[in-house]
Each structure stands twice: as structure tokens, then as C-alpha cells.
């Protein structure tokens, strides 16, 4: 089933009501990894594999198969593609980020103590990307049968005029103690919006006029829609880890989270023929930046058994990740009217602290070795996504009371799969495939994630190593509205537009190392 979400943000709320949902938790929730370029062309399936640093946020056992000291660095090309269709009209999105997936350095501390079963004791510290938010889309299209700033007057009905107005209250009372939302006080301030005949509280919209008993859309408007979000959430370790015999590797990391994500969205509208606008109105553009900033902690611990003839097990656990967040929000509004007439109002900058539990993962793999020819590998993790948890740390009680419970109905436990392929032709050079399979969180709604990925490598003597790893996002399609829908008393309702939005991704990753 397909969900039809809404591509601007939710700050139809009012102010005395937290604009994070579950959709946010969920977000900063999920892991589509990233690591090596070797990891990532292997569809990061090395659980039972180890011996590579961009795994260690996987299994930190993978630090325990090194016998030699590295430090490894991967760099990221990422691009995204999003094919928009809204009211007949297609629109193509390009996106372009260059980063780092992957750093890391392990140094062996002991090895070959012929006294001790202890094998191998290794540290090490890492960086590993685990999601990224970069994307840009767009819509625009023309239409004379709704309104996003209809859909403002409609939910800001019942709150009287006299509490919206910069000018008589101040710049900041009507944004933080009308009730109304930001978008709704920077409206009425822009002249986008006026009351009903002998009404205070009950709105018309600059895009309509009043037609006898009814009030309509005055005439055809062009809409455009652009959003563009960055940012990532990387995680860095902190690993022990050991070799016991040659036939069992260990490891135990402690891993802090940063997350950084930024939203800008720009909405507006413009009459095709302004003279049909009872209100002079030519067009708006209303600008909504924000940007979440985090920190989070957990550990894992992981294993990997080598019961011999070339067969590997590998398992790990993560504890749940204790995130705290910060968001930042402003919003802005421009009009201009056909006598001329400009006006452009900024809203104060908002901020809210939560904070997010977001749940365990369990990771089992099996893989075989092939002597020095390559491997096979197969990976499953499991995550319980219904055990996400929002609280709130601004107040003495939880206003995420019902998010927690909409989480618990709404999100289910996953199971991912990721296989992986790695074929050595000569001494030299490897040669890689992957794929990986992230279940869609949501019970009834959403969609499942799938990746395909190859690579190669080249080994120059016992030192240098150079990996290049390609993975693609299969495309997946969503609809979606820019504004709600409304219901006006003894009329027919209004149905926002529905587009279609589909996203696609590719990921070049080149990593080198040195072995000493």
C-alpha cells in the first residue's frame, strides 16, 4: 500500500504542539550502510568475514582478524536523482555530495604469543558512515482548483485575528502564544490572508474570491515546490578486539554517534492572470529552513568462528542508541501584489531538545572461504523498529506519548539480508558483487530498500591497497501532496494535488590503505 505523504514539513501544528514525529525518529533510526569501498561492493555481507574497518559498526570482531597494523580511508561521490510528476508537469532533480564513508586505524598490539591462547590483541578507532540525507526534488505544476494558502486559512480558523498581528504584539508573541502555526501568523502579516465578513476568526485566503454564498480559487495558479536536505548520521568507535587460537575473533566497541541533517523547502505560487484576484495578489514564496543536530551512544559486541574447511559464523549485538537531539527551525514569507505592493516577514528562530532511543540490532553472517580465490557471504540483521522511543527534555511530562504509541502500532520488526561475492583472478586483483535488502519498516505503508553493488581491488605487495566500490539504489516510487486537504462548511471539499516522486541513487567509493 502506498502512503501519500506530505513533502512539506509539518509545521501545521501549532506551537504548543512538537512538530517531531515518528517519521523523524525513524529517520535518524535507520542504517543503510555505508563503509569501504570493498564493504560496500560486497553489499557490506562481511559480518562473518571481518578484517575490514569499514565493518567494525557491523561486527567490531572485524578489528580481531587483522595480524598487522592499518590505517584505511574511503571517500564517498554520491549521487541522487528524483523524477517528479505534479499536475501533468515532469521536473528531474540532480544531486551531487562529495564525503567521507570510511577512516580508521587498527594497531595490532600483540600477536603470535606461542604461551597463550590469545593470539591477538588489537585497538582500534574508526568513523563509518551508517546513513546520509542528500537529496533534492521538486514539483510545479498549474492548477485554478486549490490553494496551499487555502489550506493556511482553513487551519487557522478559530483563532481570532487580534492574536496574529506583529505589529500591535511584538515580533515574537503571535508565533509563540496565539496557538495559530508560524506559517498561518506569517500570512496574516503578509496580507495573504483576511477575514470572513463579520467573522475574527474564520479566513479567506489571498487566492480566493468570494463567489455569492461560496468562495472559490480566483484563477489558474502556477505552483513550484523545491527541497533539498543534507547532512548524515557517521558513527565512531572506540574497539578492543582479540584472536583466540586462530578460530575465534572478538571484539567489544563503544560507539558515539553524530547526526547532522538540514531541510530547506521553498514553496510558492503565482497568478497566471492577476486580474482575476479580488485581493491584487501576483504571488508568495514561503521559506522553511531547519537543521537537527545529535549525539548518541551505544556498544557492541561480536564474534567470529572459524569451525575450519573454510566455513565462517559471525554474530553481533548493538545495544540500543541513546541519542540526544536539537532541532532548529525558521520560516519566512514573501508577497507581492499586483499595485506593486512587496512585503517580506521572518519568523524567530525556533529550537526544541528530544531525545530518541532508537532500537538494538542483532547481526548473524556465514560465509565461506575459497582459499586465496575469493569468498561468499550472507548477512541477516534484524532491528525492531517498534521499540523506538521519543522523550521529550524540556518539560516534566512526555508530549510523545502518543508518538510512543503510534511507533508501537505503526513500525515493525525487519529483516534485513546482504549477500556478498568476492572473486580473486590473480594474487593481486579482486573482483566484487553485492546486494542488500532493508524491509520496510512500516506495517502498512512505505517500501523496502533494495541496493545492488560490484568493485574491484589491487593489492601492491604487502602494503598498499586501493578498492573501488559502485553501489546503485533500485528506484522506488511514492505519491505525495505539497498541502492538506480541506473541508469548508455546505461545500465540497478540496483536494490537493497528488504527485509522484521517484528516487533513485548511485555511490562511487574509493578507499586506500597502507599495512605496516
Not at 600483540?110 to 551508517?130: A, D, P, T
Not at 482548483?145 to 483563532?159: Q, R
Not at 561480536?302 to 559471525?314: E, H, K, S, V, Y
Request: glycine share 10%; with cysteine; aromatic share 12%.
Amino acid at each position: 500500500m502506498k502512503k501519500i505523504i506530505a513533502l512539506t514539513t509539518a509545521v501545521m501544528l501549532t506551537t504548543f504542539m512538537t512538530a517531531q514525529n515518528r517519521y523523524d525518529a525513524l529517520r535518524y533510526s535507520q542504517n543503510f550502510y555505508e563503509g569501504s569501498a570493498k564493504s560496500i561492493a560486497m553489499g557490506n555481507a562481511m559480518t562473518s568475514i571481518g578484517g575490514d574497518l569499514g565493518i567494525i559498526s557491523i561486527n567490531p570482531a572485524s578489528a580481531g582478524v587483522y595480524r598487522y597494523s592499518e590505517f584505511m580511508l574511503t571517500t564517498t561521490l554520491a549521487h541522487t536523482l528524483s523524477e517528479t510528476s505534479y499536475l501533468s508537469n515532469e521536473s528531474d532533480e540532480g544531486f551531487n555530495r562529495l564525503g567521507i564513508s570510511s577512516i580508521g586505524y587498527v594497531n595490532a598490539l600483540k600477536y603470535r604469543n606461542k604461551m597463550s591462547s590469545l593470539k591477538g590483541l588489537n585497538f582500534s578507532i574508526s568513523m563509518n558512515k551508517l546513513n546520509n540525507y542528500n537529496s533534492r526534488n521538486s514539483a510545479r505544476g498549474t492548477t485554478a482548483n486549490s490553494s496551499w494558502l487555502s489550506s493556511v486559512a482553513y487551519n487557522t480558523n478559530g483563532i481570532n485575528s487580534a492574536e496574529l498581528d506583529i505589529t500591535s504584539l511584538g515580533d515574537t508573541y503571535p508565533f509563540y502564544q496565539s496557538g495559530a502555526s508560524w506559517r498561518s501568523v506569517l500570512a496574516w502579516n503578509a496580507n495573504l490572508l483576511d477575514r470572513l465578513p463579520d467573522s475574527n476568526s474564520e479566513y479567506m485566503a489571498a487566492t480566493e474570491n468570494i463567489n455569492g454564498n461560496s468562495i472559490i480559487i480566483g484563477g489558474p495558479l502556477d505552483q513550484r515546490f523545491l527541497r533539498e536536505t543534507t547532512g548524515g548520521l557517521s558513527e565512531y568507535d572506540i574497539t578492543i578486539s582479540g584472536n583466540l587460537n586462530d578460530k575465534l575473533f572478538f571484539g567489544f566497541s563503544l560507539g558515539v554517534q553524530s547526526l547532522k541533517y538540514k531541510d530547506w523547502q521553498s514553496y510558492g505560487e503565482s497568478a497566471v492572470n492577476t486580474s482575476l484576484f479580488d485581493s491584487k495578489f501576483k504571488e508568495f514564496e514561503h521559506i522553511y529552513r531547519q537543521t537537527t543536530t545529535g549525539t548518541g551512544i551505544n556498544a557492541k559486541a561480536g564474534i567470529i568462528f572459524t569451525p575450519g574447511n573454510g566455513l565462517r559464523l559471525g554474530l553481533s549485538l548493538s545495544t540500543p542508541t541513546y541519542m540526544t537531539l536539537r532541532d532548529e527551525w525558521r520560516e519566512s514569507i514573501y508577497a507581492l501584489y499586483n499595485d506593486n505592493y512587496d512585503v517580506s516577514i521572518n519568523s524567530p528562530l525556533g529550537s526544541y531538545e528530544y531525545t530518541i532511543v532508537s532500537p538494538a540490532k542483532a547481526n548473524i553472517g556465514v560465509s565461506y572461504i575459497f582459499g586465496s580465490r575469493g569468498a561468499l557471504s550472507f548477512d541477516y540483521e534484524g532491528v525492531n523498529y517498534a521499540g523506538i522511543r521519543m522523550n521529550d527534555t524540556e518539560s516534566g511530562f512526555n508530549s510523545f506519548d502518543n508518538e510512543n504509541e503510534s511507533i508501537k502500532n505503526d513500525f515493525k520488526n525487519t529483516s534485513n539480508i546482504r549477500m556478498g561475492a568476492e572473486f580473486r583472478p590473480t594474487n593481486s586483483l579482486s573482483l566484487r558483487a553485492g546486494y542488500s535488502y532493508y524491509q520496510n519498516p512500516e506495517k502498512n505503508y512505505g517500501y523496502d530498500t533494495q541496493f545492488i553493488s560490484c568493485g574491484a581491488g589491487i593489492r601492491v605487495g604487502n602494503g598498499f591497497f586501493a578498492d573501488l566500490g559502485i553501489q546503485k539504489r533500485v528506484s522506488n516510487s511514492e505519491e505525495f501532496t505539497l498541502y492538506n486537504d480541506i473541508a469548508l462548511s455546505g461545500q465540497p471539499a478540496i483536494t490537493a494535488p497528488v504527485g509522484k516522486s521517484t528516487y533513485s541513487a548511485w555511490k562511487v567509493l574509493a578507499t586506500i590503505g597502507f599495512r605496516f
